[in-house]
Each structure stands twice: as structure tokens, then as C-alpha cells.
Nanobody
Framework: QVQLVESGGGLVQAGDHLRLSCAAS????????MGWSRQASGKEREFVAGIGWTALSTYYADSVKGRFTISRDNAKNTLYLQMNNRKPEDTAVYYC?????????????????WGQGAQVTVSS
């Protein structure tokens, strides 16, 4: 059974840096493409970033490109999302997710299993 546990969320000031982590188990992490999505209150879940299983390929939503960085440590079975220069509109619950297949995920529909989510609140 796939388990994804996010951590590192909280209340932060706009412009501050924050890194989310996702500890994965129940899957062959080093052969799994992964990603992050988010859902703001009252809005649909949206794609944030994806990373291939080799970490050589990444893909970002336009809204976070240049500010967020997705990475992974296959030795630790952990996925990361470095969030820099955050804005109030980045406030949301952030979810770690596995890709449905080996390809690089680029949209919500490409994700299969999800974590419980981590709340990130950015104050202005």
C-alpha cells in the first residue's frame, strides 16, 4: 500500500522560503515519477510540479515557475518542494502524489496516489 506523508507546512510571511517534504513508502520510489499539487479553499486542486524518477526531468505550472523547485532523494525515499518568494495566493493545502505511469506528470490527471496534505498559509 502506497503511503505518502507530507511535512514542513505552516504559517509564513510572503517572500520567505519554505521546503515541503514527502516521505514515501509502499512503492519503488526510485522508479516512480512524482509530483506536487495544491488546493486552495473553495478552489479545485491544481497541478504544481512534477519530477521524473531519475530527477533529470521536471515540469512546473506557470504560476510557480521560477519560484518553486521540485527535487527528490531516492536514497531517502523523499520528495521535496522548495518554495521561494512565496505569495499570499500560494496559500493552499499541498499534496504529494505518485504518477500513474513512468512518464513525467504534467497535470492533475497524471497523478494516482495522494498524501494527506500539508497546509501552507502565506501572510502578506
Amino acid at each position: 500500500q502506497v503511503q505518502l506523508v507530507e511535512s514542513g507546512g505552516g504559517l509564513v510571511q510572503a517572500g520567505d522560503h519554505l521546503r515541503l517534504s514527502c516521505a514515501a513508502s509502499g512503492l519503488t520510489f526510485s522508479r516512480s515519477s512524482m509530483g506536487w499539487s495544491r488546493q486552495a479553499s473553495g478552489k479545485e486542486r491544481e497541478f504544481v510540479a512534477g519530477i521524473g524518477w531519475t530527477a533529470l526531468s521536471t515540469y512546473y505550472a506557470d504560476s510557480v515557475k521560477g519560484r518553486f523547485t521540485i527535487s527528490r532523494d531516492n536514497a531517502k525515499n523523499t520528495l521535496y518542494l522548495q518554495m521561494n518568494n512565496r505569495k499570499p495566493e500560494d496559500t493552499a493545502v499541498y499534496y504529494c502524489a505518485t504518477s500513474r505511469a513512468v512518464f513525467l506528470p504534467k497535470r492533475i490527471a497524471d497523478f494516482a496516489s495522494w498524501g494527506q496534505g500539508a497546509q501552507v498559509t502565506v501572510s502578506s
